[in-house]
């Protein structure tokens, strides 16, 4: 497998308060990477992504702990987009681009709903990273 053993995992289907939970333990990590004013969109949605990335994301959080960044470096918002992991930050350094990066290059092929094996769904203009399975249980 390409892929690390940390990082596929198969994940339980999550409802959107227990992944809003599951963001709050990550972000527990290093709040202080976090914009949690009250008008943002870590702290209204939580991360904007299914439950099967959020193993992956706690890793790269972890790994931007570990760095010495500016007392102004702020996470703006995590979610998926266009089926790929997007990091929205404030200020833009480059070391911690390439960090979001290598973990969007990571995903690429994690479903996003249990963290399995997935390929590139289209369905109407929508596009998903999810296994068969899942992407079955959708459709049901």
């Known amino acids: 497998s390409p892929f690390p053993p940390n990082i596929l995992l198969k994940v339980k ?7 809003k939970a599951e963001a709050q333990k990550i972000i527990a990590i290093k709040p202080s990477l976090f914009d949690l004013g009250k008008n943002s969109s870590i702290t209204n949605y939580g991360f904007l992504c299914d439950a099967g990335w959020l193993p992956a994301i706690a890793e790269l959080i972890q790994e931007l702990a570990a760095l010495d960044l500016p007392a102004d470096f702020r996470i703006n918002q995590i979610k998926e987009k266009w089926s790929e992991l997007k990091v929205h930050t404030y200020p833009l350094i480059e070391q911690v681009a390439e960090i979001i990066e290598k973990y969007r290059l990571r995903l690429e092929n994690v479903c996003e709903s249990c963290g399995g094996y997935a390929e590139l769904k289209t369905d109407n203009a929508f596009y998903r990273v999810r296994c068969d399975s899942c992407e079955s249980a959708r459709k049901d």
């Open 13 to 19: 289907m999550m409802t959107n308060e227990e992944k």
